[in-house]
């Protein structure tokens, strides 16, 4: 049971590239969240899927891009990458065997040069 | 607008000198409020689930309490392995999908 797994670990990446975090869970949550943490500042939501085939904004949304494959899976993808978008990268999920707890995958440290 | 306000932003400690961590919110409706460990280049790890005002939920060393407007987290005797961010979240009434965090209490405990 590996909870939850991200990759890759880190990313760098040019200004105007892009790429694709992924994020899986063997929980059988429901409910799968992209945030980021930046130094200072509490985790921020950029997207949530409150179940498969749905997704939603968070607070900071501008710039990404989410998936939800399938119940195990939620990808996050940058088109165009900007220096802004320097962060680290956490996958949450949550569902009924965990009530209103999210668990957190290890995070993807991205740097934007 | 909904917020969470963390206090101190850093603490240190001796190892056994026992002190509290402030987490204060601005929420319409609370669902719950969370407490997390985090260390350095990890994911965010559970410890607590509050949910009304007057709640308690302890775990070794750490005793999590919840008041209509703050919550503490008390920790007692702490260890040097005690070390680490610790992090604060509400769930509002409204969408149980958004969790807004405070910024996080840094603690360092000292052998």
């Known amino acids: 049971n590996a909870g939850v797994t991200q990759t890759p670990k880190f990313q760098v990446l040019k200004t105007g590239q892009s790429m694709t975090l992924q994020c899986a869970q063997d929980m059988n949550h429901n409910s799968m969240y992209w945030y980021r943490q930046d130094p200072g500042m509490g985790l921020r939501l950029i997207y949530y899927s409150a179940s498969e085939g749905t997704t939603d904004k968070g607070e900071v949304p501008n710039g990404y891009n989410v998936s939800r494959l399938n119940k195990r899976e939620f990808s996050l993808r940058l088109e165009s990458a900007a220096p802004s978008q320097t962060s680290v990268y956490f996958c949450a999920s949550r569902g009924t065997s965990s009530g209103d707890t999210q668990y957190f995958g290890p995070g993807t440290r991205l740097t934007v040069l | ?111």
């Open chain 2, 1 to 111: 607008e909904d917020q969470v306000t963390q206090s101190p932003e850093a603490l240190r400690l001796q190892e056994g000198e026992s002190s509290s961590l402030n987490c204060s919110y601005t929420v319409s409706g609370l669902r719950g409020l969370f407490w997390y460990r985090q260390d350095p280049g990890k994911g965010p790890e559970f410890l607590f689930t509050l949910y009304s005002a007057g709640e308690e939920k302890e775990k070794e060393r750490l005793k999590a309490t919840l008041t209509k407007k703050e919550s503490f987290l008390h920790i007692t005797a702490p260890k040097p392995e005690d070390s680490a961010t610790y992090l604060c979240a509400v769930q509002a009434n409204d969408n149980f999908n958004k969790f807004y965090f405070g910024s996080g209490t840094k603690l360092n405990v000292k052998p």
